[in-house]
């Protein structure tokens, strides 16, 4: 059973930056994907970013991309999501999960003010 952790979220002016981490437990994380996700007030968890599992091919939703980069580093079992540029659209609790078969965590929130 996989168990994810989120952190490293908190509050910050437009245009500045955070990086969040996603440590997982378990034998499973450097074979399988990571992927991040974030859910605003008020709306449903959409899709952010992913990396399959040697970090090699990343992906990301239109509206991050040449913001965000997602990375791993499968030695600490942790992934990453470094956010540059902020904008108050970014505002949401932040989760990740492991492709396939893996576990919701509690999420990390980000507000980021204009």
């Known amino acids: 059973q996989v168990h994810l952790v989120e952190s490293g979220g908190g509050l910050v002016q437009a245009g500045g930056s955070l990086r969040l981490s996603c440590t997982a437990s378990?034998?499973?994380?450097?074979?399988?994907?990571m992927a991040w996700f974030r859910q605003p007030p008020g709306k449903e968890r959409e899709f952010v970013a992913a990396?399959?599992?040697?970090?090699?091919?990343?992906w990301y939703t239109d509206s991050v991309k040449g913001r965000f980069t997602i990375s791993r580093d499968n030695a600490k079992n942790t992934g990453y999501l470094q956010m540059n540029s902020l904008k108050p659209e970014d505002t949401a609790v932040y989760y990740c999960?492991?492709?396939?078969?893996?576990?919701w965590g509690q999420g990390t929130q980000v507000t980021v003010s204009s």
């Open positions: 378990g034998p499973t994380f450097g074979t399988s994907g």
């Open positions: 990396v399959n599992y040697n970090g090699e091919n990343t």
């Open positions: 999960n492991q492709l396939p078969n893996g576990a």
